[in-house]
């Protein structure tokens, strides 16, 4: 969530209720028509709380953790985010934008470990709950078993993502909808099927929308998310965190969101083609048109 | 060699009674210890010059306990696993293996590395850590940064900056013999950024390095460490590669 702060040369700061993001890019653009000619306008992003108390994972997680982790690692990357932007293009864009356009494609320009981090973290504290674990159901699990074979075979692999994830990084469960056209990034696994979970190992801040995936699930393999609990011992962190931890109703969630997601794109991508097929027609038609034009000016 | 405590871990290769031969081949220690496995040399975790405590303040016994035995270790161990299974496909002729198992032996053998280095870079302040440089490697820092003090902050400036795990490091390349200051992602060794590169100094900047006493505040384990860094290693290295 963003709010917007205001701030004149004199340095008065107003806050003003949070409109659509384009809306202020754009009266940004037009000279700031209707705000004070010297106001700038600066999107603060904020550090969201995790949906639980930083307590409440104990013993798997302490408080400790939560208390640098969150309270220290991912405000720094919310503070560093929001004064690198300040006053760019990539002020006043949604965080997913932001992480896509500062990903530049695989040269990553400075914003862009800051947001992507930002994004990441947020998106992990999201993925846990105190009295996780379990397993999933419905839909999800056909997809598991479909894809991985067995949900037991799906948590091997998990695991073997996040302890072969070399330095620094994360470990993800990804739906993956096969788009030829890519905008932004260079698709790495352009061979594989269409619409499946797959999973992935990242390394420091990357993150699997700059792919254009759907991530369902992500464990933080960076040391500082499980030091101070579990010590050089990664193996247990991940078990833990599959077992006790995990909210299989959010990665639901987001795994229908992700199928509707691939829908949509699947029947824009068709509309699109259809408009294509009849463009061309069109055209056809004006280029015989034109020919017997052209025939009769030279015939002058 | 210091006094060993109950709390320091005994080499492979003192057990197996090569332990004079390992003292011998010299505390630069890239396996220092020469284990006999399978007829082939394998790497073993070098023994560490002080104990565990020794270098506190600046780095707490309970990190250096871990970091020797518990991170080192499992770098010396699967390094020799995956050097097993390079012989196994060698042998087998199977290059797709071969090639498969070149990212374990570059994170793992570059992690023997480069912490092997790192026990030699740092003494007790008691035995001479922390004391700046003199002579030929002082001079030569001086010519290259201006002072000790500009090279500390450039090392600490270039270690705080680097994002994700890493080393900073204090470069002579041998063609030049012109100093540098460097850094490696994950466990490169130095050799990475340059064929002609030797390190005179590595600070490991992976959290597992500093963490336990210094959380997030990578900064201040980089200020804190100079005290107990080994400029006399350095300085024989430098005089051993500009002779």
Known sequence: MQHYTLSCCGGVKASLPPPLSFRWSKIKREGGRRLPRCARI???????????????????????TLEYHWGRHHRAHVASLNNLIAGTDLDGMGLDEIVVVSYNKGNPLPPFVHAAQVWNHDFFWQSIKPGGGGRPSGRLMELIEKDFGSFDRMLEEF?????????????????????LDVGNAVNPRPSEKDNKLVMLKSPNAVNPIVWD??????????EHAY?????????????????????????????????????????EAETRKQEDDTAVTHSEAVEMYLDSDTDDSEAE | MALRTLFT????????GLGPLAAAAGDRGLGSGLGQAR?????????????YGALEPAISGEIMRLHHQKHHQAYVTNYNNALEQLE?????????A???????????GGGHINHSIFWNNLKPVKEGGGEPPHSALGWAIDTEFGSLEALVQKMNAEGAALQGSGWVWLALDKGSKKLSVETTANQDPLVTKGLHMVPLLGIDVWEHAYYLQYKNVRPDYLKNIWDVINWKYASEVYEKETA
């Open chain 1, 42 to 64: 600066a999107a603060q992003l904020e550090l969201k709380p995790p949906p639980y108390s930083l307590s409440s994972l104990e013993p798997h997680m302490s408080r400790e």
């Open chain 1, 159 to 179: 695991k073997r993502a996040a302890l072969t994830q070399f330095g620094s990084g994360w470990a993800w469960l990804v739906y993956k909808a096969n788009r």
């Open chain 1, 213 to 222: 995936y759907s991530p369902l699930l992500a464990i933080d393999v960076w």
């Open chain 1, 227 to 267: 030091y101070l609990d579990y010590e050089n011992r990664r193996a247990d962190y991940v078990s833990i965190f599959l077992e006790k931890l995990v909210s299989w109703e959010v990665v639901s969630d987001r795994l229908d969101v992700a199928i509707e997601r691939a829908a949509e794109r699947a029947r």
């Open chain 2, 9 to 16: 871990k005994k080499a492979l290769t003192r057990a197996s």
């Open chain 2, 39 to 51: 007829g082939r040399t394998a790497a073993t975790l070098p023994d560490l010059p002080y104990d």
């Open chain 2, 88 to 96: 196994a496909a060698v042998s087998k002729g199977d290059a797709p």
């Open chain 2, 98 to 108: 071969v090639v498969r198992v070149q990212g374990a032996i570059k994170f793992n």
